[in-house]
């Protein structure tokens, strides 16, 4: 089984306006960490933004914010006032504590649009 | 620039040709880690080190593929006798084994492009 399932392979959205890019994730670990990155054209992997499996509040970096819902294995990404900078590749990945590898999904291509 | 860095950026060799990719991790990171990205699909998981030992080895890392971190500080990835299929990007990333949460992200090189005609 995908231990990373991300179901929407490309996302436009209007600048400056919000958008969700989904991810849900599949562990049996009770601890666990989860990411996202984003990727631009030039191929580097950027980090945006950590969750953990134990914390007790979404995450937030700038932007940025994590919508973790436990119960569903869930753990989107909110961007809001969304940029043309925005545009990019998007992956959610997660590490297991009894594991050393990060596992990716295979991204959301996100186009802003002016 | 005290990111990850990764040498050469891009590389294009003739099948059959040995090639080797090099890596150096942010200074302080004693972590170590190759993925590889093919277009269309996320990283993959290739093998790990800590310090100079290396730890952990994804079964997509055949016989032809070799890593080494000698002194626990740059690494190197070979490929012997490519293959077409070994087209992909090969990225390098570190982090430090520390508490959470500082020691929980990987921080990634800007990856080598390897293409085999």
């Known amino acids: 089984a995908q231990k990373i399932t991300q179901t929407q392979p490309g996302m436009f959205v209007q600048e400056k306006e919000a958008v969700t890019l989904d991810c849900t994730y599949d562990?049996?670990?009770?601890?666990?960490?989860l990411f996202w990155y984003k990727q631009p054209s030039s191929g580097e992997m950027i980090f945006l933004i950590y969750q953990g499996s134990y914390d007790q509040q979404n995450a937030t970096e700038g932007r940025y914010s994590l919508n973790f819902q436990k119960a569903r294995k869930s753990a989107n990404l909110v961007i809001s006032a969304s940029q043309l900078g925005d545009s990019a590749m998007y992956f959610c990945a997660m590490r297991e504590t009894t594991g050393n590898q990060f596992y990716f999904g295979t991204g959301t291509s996100l186009t802003v649009i002016p | 620039d005290t990111g990850v860095s990764q040498d050469p950026r891009h590389k294009i060799t003739k099948r059959g040709q040995n090639v080797t990719f090099r890596c150096d991790p942010i200074s302080e990171h004693n972590r170590l880690y190759w993925y590889r990205q093919t277009l269309g699909q996320g990283p993959e998981f290739l093998t790990y080190f800590q310090n100079e030992a290396q730890l952990e080895k994804s079964r997509l890392l055949s016989d032809r593929f070799s890593a080494e971190r000698p002194k626990g500080s740059f690494s190197t990835l070979e490929i012997q006798r490519t293959e077409q299929g070994d087209s992909a990007m090969y990225l390098c990333a570190s982090s430090l084994l520390a508490a959470p949460p500082s020691g929980n992200t990987i921080y990634f090189g800007e990856g080598s492009w390897l293409t085999v005609v």
């Open positions: 562990t049996s670990d009770p601890s666990y960490g």
